[in-house]
């Protein structure tokens, strides 16, 4: 069964400093969402991205949060000067070819900033 | 979206269904009801979703009442692996909110030998 996949399962980042969270979305799919779950808490929605721009953001993407799907495979989430606050889990999900299609997420990646 | 309510916990043997309720009584008529759960911290993993009909599929049922002011998620034979938090979510379809899933604090289902 496809599946979407992100890479690396833990980024250990220095505060400050930048990092870049890769996800593949399942083939087919063309919605394609960044979510984040900080230790203990909820699952919180970041970014939307469709036809290849921002369709909706969260409060928390603000401008040191980017992303792009450079290739027309890949699906990246860019932190520009991470801060201890960014230690989250962050989840990538795509989701069919009608809004509403279930996403479907990866098993994340575990950013701890130190 | 509108508000959905679940209780913060329920417990259910090995080997029994897992009936685990959904309250959303602000619905309205473009909102599906989606069921998800987090296994540990694993990434959430899509059960089934409805609009006003029931549904089934390999894992679950989805029971929507008539008035849709509530839902049920069936487990048929739940087993130890079953243990998670599930989410209920309702969510537009279509519009301007290109589906993004708001979630809340779930029900930590445990599953007991």
């Known amino acids: 069964e496809p599946e979407v996949t992100q890479t690396p399962s833990h980024q250990v980042t220095q505060m400050g400093q930048e990092v870049i969270l890769r996800c593949v979305p399942i083939s087919n799919h063309l919605y394609f969402y960044w979510y984040r779950q900080i230790l203990g808490q909820k699952v919180e929605f970041l970014v939307s991205f469709y036809n290849n721009e921002i369709s909706e953001k969260s409060e928390i993407f603000d401008d040191q949060f980017s992303v792009e799907r450079p290739d027309g495979s890949n699906f990246t989430l860019k932190i520009r000067s991470t801060k201890l606050e960014d230690s989250a889990m962050y989840f990538c999900?795509?989701?069919?070819?009608?809004?509403?299609?279930?996403?479907?997420f990866g098993d994340g990646t575990r950013l701890s900033i130190l | 979206d509108a508000k959905t309510t679940q209780p913060p916990s329920m417990d259910c043997a090995e080997g029994r269904a897992a009936n685990l309720p959904c309250n959303h009584s602000?619905?309205?008529?473009?909102?599906?009801v989606y069921w998800y759960r987090q296994i540990h911290s694993q990434g959430p993993q899509y059960i089934i979703h409805g609009l006003k009909n029931n549904e089934t599929n390999e894992m679950a049922s989805l029971i929507i009442t008539e008035d849709r002011k509530s839902s049920t998620l069936i487990l048929p034979h739940a087993t130890l692996r079953d243990t998670a938090v599930y989410y209920c979510i309702v969510r537009v379809g279509g519009g301007t909110s290109y589906g993004k899933l708001t979630f809340g604090q779930g029900t930590i289902l445990t599953v007991h030998p």
């Open positions: 602000t619905i309205s008529g473009n909102e599906y």
């Open positions: 999900a795509s989701g069919g070819t009608g809004m509403v299609q279930p996403q479907h």
